[in-house]
C-alpha cells in the first residue's frame, strides 16, 4: 500500500526551528525523487525542495539557506526530512511531502505556523 505521512509541525517563533519528518509506505518511493511541498491558505501548493535517489537537492528560492532536505533510505521504505531554519511568518503553511512528479494520494499534511 502506498502512504505517506508527514508529521513534525507545530508553532513557533519567527527566527526558530523544525524538522518534518515524512513516512512513507511502498516500494515505490525508494526509486523516486522525493520533495517537500507547502499549501499556505489561499494560495496554491507550492514546491519546496526536492532531493534524489543520490541526494541531489534544489530549493525553492524562498527557503535557501534555510532550509535542508534529506532522505534516508533504509530497506524496505524512505523517510524524508526537512529541516527548516530561521523560520519566517511566509512560512506557516501546511506542509506536504510527495515524489517529485505527485505520483502518490496525498497525505494529511503537518500544520507550520510562525508567529512574528
Known amino acids: 500500500q502506498v502512504q505517506l505521512v508527514e508529521s513534525g509541525g507545530g508553532l513557533v517563533q519567527a527566527g526558530g526551528s523544525l524538522r518534518l519528518s515524512c513516512a512513507t509506505s511502498?516500494?515505490?518511493?525508494?526509486?523516486?525523487?522525493m520533495a517537500w511541498y507547502r499549501q499556505a491558505p489561499g494560495k496554491q501548493r507550492e514546491l519546496v525542495a526536492r532531493i534524489t535517489t543520490g541526494g541531489s537537492t534544489n530549493y525553492a528560492d524562498s527557503v535557501k539557506g534555510r532550509f535542508t532536505i534529506s532522505r534516508d533510505n533504509a530497506k524496505n521504505t524512505v523517510t524524508v526530512y526537512l529541516q527548516m531554519n530561521s523560520l519566517k511568518p511566509e512560512d506557516t503553511a501546511v506542509y506536504y511531502c510527495n515524489t517529485d512528479t505527485q505520483f502518490a494520494n496525498w497525505g494529511q499534511g503537518t500544520q507550520v505556523t510562525v508567529s512574528s
Open positions: 511502498g516500494n515505490i518511493f525508494r526509486i523516486n525523487t
